[in-house]
C-alpha cells in the first residue's frame, strides 16, 4: 500500500465546493471518481481543508492509500485524462505512510482578487469581484494589517463555524495592485487588487469576511483602525459582509518537509 | 447623425467569429441587436476586420452612424448591460462622420499564447494552445525575426484569402515569457510562451499559420532559417499547420490620430 500525496489546481465555479456533500457535485466527488476509474479503488482522500463552493485552488492539496501498482509519476497525466478541463492534478509523489495533509498543513496562503476598473476583465471574470467606483487601497491595506499576528477570529468567522477554537494566526498579508488591465490615462480604471494571507490555518468565510470589510473600509465606510475594534468584539456582527466566493482562491498550502511536496520531475 | 467609435473585447471560444454570417452567433450579430434593444435602431457595425472562429479580442474597434439621442459616454454601460459577460464594450465616443474603423486602421497587434508547462493552465485554459513536450524558444524568436519588414506573405495566408494582394508589412515582432506558472524546480515546466506581432494588416489565418510555423521550428522540424526559405515560397503549401483559434487574441489597433481612441474618462 502506498500513501499518495496530490496537488490539484480547480476553477471553482461549477461546483459546491471542494468537500463531498449530500447533493454530490464537489471537487472531492469527482476526483474520487476518477481514481475509481483508474485503479479500480473506492476510496476517500483527505485535503488540507475544504474549499467553498464557488471558491478556486491554484494548490490544493490531497492524499489517499493505494494499492494500486500504477507508479506515483504516473498518476498526474492518468488522472488528468479522466478529470474535466476544470480540475488538473498537476503533482503526485508517494509519502510516508503517517502522513495526513490536513494534521501537517503547517501554512496557507488564499488570494482574494478585486476588480476595480470601470468595466469588469471577462477573460478573468470567473475569479474576480468586479467593484463598481472607487476603492481606498491605501486605507484597505492599513485595515489589513490589524489582522497581522495570533487572534481570536470569532468576528471574522461563519456563525455556522463548528471549531472549538477560533484562534488562529496571520504571519503575513500584503496587496498587489495590476494596472495592466487599465487603459491608458481613464480615471475609472483603478487596476486589480490581489490581496494574499498567509496563515496558520482560515475558519468558515474567515478571508471573505475580511475582504467584506476591507472594500467597506476601501469605501470609506469604515476606518482602517475600527477593523481592531472588529477584531475585539469577537463578534461577528461587528464585521462587514461576506465577500463574494468567485473572488478566493487557494494560493498554497505549505507544510514543515518541504521534500514532501518536491516538484514531480519524471517525464 | 453621430458617427460613434467603440471599443470591445471578447471571448470568441463560443462565438462564429467577429463577422455576420449565414449561420448567425456572432460578435457583430450580438452587438448589433444589443444597439437594437437600446436605441430602437436596426443597423450595420463596421469594425477594424474580422477575427477567425474562436478568436478573442482584447481590443476590438468599431463605428457605426446613430440618430440616438443617447450621449457618447452613457454607451458603453447601456450596451454592457444588454451584452452576455464574454463581450464588454470598454470605450464609447463621437467621431468625425468619416472616420472608418477599418479604412484608417494603422497598425493592428495580434497575442499569439502557447503554454509549454507540462499541464494546462485550467483559469486560461481558453486563451491559450497547450504544447506538450518542450520548444526551443530561443529558435523560434530567431525564425519570427525572418518575418519582419514587407513581404508577399501569399506562404502564411489562407489559401481561401482573396485579398488582391498579400503584400503587407510587419512593424514588430517579439516573445515574452510568463513563467509565474512553472512548479519550482519542475524542468518540464518551460513556462507559457506570448508572441506579439504589430503589422500594417494581417492576411486571413496569418499569425495561426506563422505561430503553427514557429511552433514547428521550436519542435526542431525546420530550422529557424527555414522561415525566411517559405516566406520566398510564396505557396501555402511550404509553411507548417494552422495553429488553433483558442491562442490568438487581437490585442490592438492603432490610429493615426490617436485622440480619436482616447480613453473615455466620463462618469
Known amino acids: 500500500m502506498r500513501n499518495l500525496l496530490m496537488k490539484v489546481s480547480y476553477d471553482g465555479t461549477h461546483y459546491n465546493g471542494f ?4 447533493d454530490g ?25 475544504r474549499t467553498d463552493a464557488g471558491v478556486h485552488a491554484r494548490s490544493q492539496v490531497f492524499n489517499f492509500y493505494s494499492d494500486s501498482p500504477i507508479p506515483p509519476e504516473r498518476w498526474c497525466s492518468a488522472l488528468n485524462s479522466r478529470l474535466p478541463e476544470d480540475i488538473v492534478v498537476t503533482d503526485a509523489q508517494e509519502v510516508p505512510l ?24 471577462l477573460f478573468n471574470r470567473r475569479y474576480q469581484f468586479h467593484h463598481h467606483g472607487r476603492l481606498d487601497m491605501q486605507a484597505m491595506e492599513e485595515g489589513l494589517k490589524h489582522l497581522l499576528g495570533t487572534h481570536d477570529y470569532t468576528s471574522f468567522a461563519s456563525r455556522r463555524s463548528t471549531k472549538p477554537s477560533h484562534i488562529r494566526t496571520i504571519y503575513s498579508a ?6 495592466s488591465m487599465c487603459r491608458t490615462g481613464n480615471t475609472r480604471d483603478q487596476g486589480v487588487l490581489h490581496t494574499y494571507l498567509t496563515g496558520s490555518g482560515f475558519l468558515q468565510h474567515m478571508v471573505r469576511i475580511i475582504m467584506g470589510t476591507l ?7 469604515r476606518t482602517p483602525d475600527s477593523v481592531r475594534t472588529i477584531l475585539e468584539a469577537r463578534n461577528r456582527a461587528a464585521a462587514g459582509p461576506t465577500a463574494v466566493s468567485k ?12 521534500s514532501l511536496i518536491r516538484p514531480q520531475t519524471d517525464f
Open 247 to 258: 473572488g478566493l482562491m487557494l494560493w498554497d498550502v505549505e507544510y514543515d518537509e518541504l
Open 98 to 121: 503517517d502522513f495526513h495533509s490536513r494534521r501537517e498543513a503547517k501554512r496557507k496562503t488564499y488570494r482574494y482578487t478585486i476588480n476595480s476598473n470601470q468595466f469588469p476583465d
Open 19 to 22: 468537500q463531498t456533500q449530500p
Open 174 to 179: 500584503w496587496m498587489e495592485v495590476d494596472t
Open 215 to 221: 472594500v467597506e473600509v476601501g469605501e470609506g465606510k
Open 25 to 49: 457535485r464537489t471537487i472531492q466527488d469527482i476526483i474520487e471518481k476518477a481514481i475509481a476509474g483508474l485503479s479500480g479503488e473506492t476510496l476517500k482522500i483527505t485535503a488540507s481543508g
